[in-house]
């Protein structure tokens, strides 16, 4: 079974730009995660999608957007990046919304470089 | 807003040998859920064990057993028989509403041979 696979696995883009990660959750899952691992910092949570809808959003600034397909694949924009947007991107997804079991399968992440 | 605290940014361990890792956190929730995460160097971030808060039992995973202490907020991760395979960062977690894990700073774990 394939797990949780995103794309690009690097790049690099220039302040100001914008940029686009691409998330397929494991088969039958329906709920997808996006998390941020910057330098230092940990995982911060950025975004929660289920069934299509965003249901939790972390303390970001709007510029990090994204969405959910119906195929529960996702994206993540970052529009007019910074220099503190570097960092490794992690998607993760769960078989259900249920918050009970939490458990998490995350991709290998995608790692942004801003320059 | 749940805070988690790892005090230890590294620790060593001799393989073979046991570790136990640290971990605190602060909530005024009675009901909820830790877990430890391993990310290996370049490798995917895997679930290691999960504790449910108004379970009284210690979870256990093979050689991987949790030291839960609700009152005083702890949260601690053994491992027993260490092996090679075990070097990682290990972070925990706590799950916060609306499906939030609120992570830990990390733990990078080294194996001696």
């Known amino acids: 079974e394939a797990g949780v696979t995103q794309s690009p696995t690097h790049l690099i883009k220039t302040r100001g730009q914008q940029v686009t990660l691409r998330c397929s959750p494991i088969?039958?899952?329906?709920?997808v995660y996006w998390y941020q691992q910057a330098l230092g910092l940990g995982l911060q949570f950025l975004l929660w999608?289920?069934?299509?809808?965003?249901?939790n959003r972390g303390n970001f600034p709007p510029r990090f957007s994204g969405r959910q397909f119906p195929n529960y694949s996702s994206e993540l924009n970052v529009n007019a990046l910074e220099l503190e947007d570097s960092a490794l991107y992690l998607c993760?997804?769960?078989?259900?919304?249920?918050?009970?079991?939490?458990?998490?399968?995350f991709g290998e992440g995608s790692r942004l470089t801003v320059l | 807003a749940q805070t988690v605290t790892q005090s230890q940014p590294e620790m060593s361990v001799q393989e073979a040998e046991t570790v136990t890792l640290s971990c605190t956190y602060d909530?005024?929730?009675?009901?909820?859920?830790l877990f430890w995460y391993k990310q290996p160097p370049s490798r995917q971030m895997i679930l290691v064990i999960r504790?449910?808060?108004?379970?009284?039992q210690n979870a256990t995973e093979n050689r991987f057993s949790v030291n839960f202490q609700k009152a005083a907020k702890s949260f601690s991760l053994k491992i027993s028989d260490s092996q090679l395979g075990d070097a990682a960062m290990y972070f925990c977690?706590?799950?916060?509403?609306?499906?939030?894990?609120?992570f830990g700073a990390g733990t990078i774990l080294r194996v001696k041979s």
């Open positions: 993760a997804s769960s078989l259900d919304s249920g918050a009970g079991t939490g458990e998490l399968f």
């Open positions: 909530t005024s929730e009675s009901d909820y859920y």
């Open positions: 088969s039958g899952h329906t709920s």
């Open positions: 504790q449910e808060a108004y379970k009284q």
């Open positions: 977690a706590f799950l916060e509403y609306g499906n939030k894990l609120v």
């Open positions: 999608y289920d069934e299509g809808e965003e249901r």
